[in-house]
């Protein structure tokens, strides 16, 4: 089971996993944000990235890894299903040039 982990600060972090008794760990550094962009195309929801399209074509794009969010979220929870100008917003500077 995946959870979202929302209010883990940047520094030092390990990650465990234990499957059936056996552990292993991998420490890590958890930075600030860590954006990535996942498009799709033709309907596609699969969250494979798609690296270009055509004139005229519709993409859908993901962001993912944008850091803290303001409303903040719960760890665990999504958000609630709200308006899309009301989903909670990214509390670092974003921009996005195409």
Known sequence: MCKFLYEIGAGPAVLGVNNNGQVAYFPFQVGTAAPGI???ADGNQSLVP????????EL????TGQGDVTPA???GEP???VALNKLPAPS???TITV
């Open 92 to 94: 670092l500077p974003m």
């Open 73 to 75: 979220l719960i760890t």
């Open 60 to 63: 859908v794009a993901f962001v």
């Open 38 to 40: 996942f498009m799709t």
């Open 79 to 81: 958000p609630a299903i």
């Open 50 to 57: 798609s690296a270009s399209g055509s004139a005229g074509q």
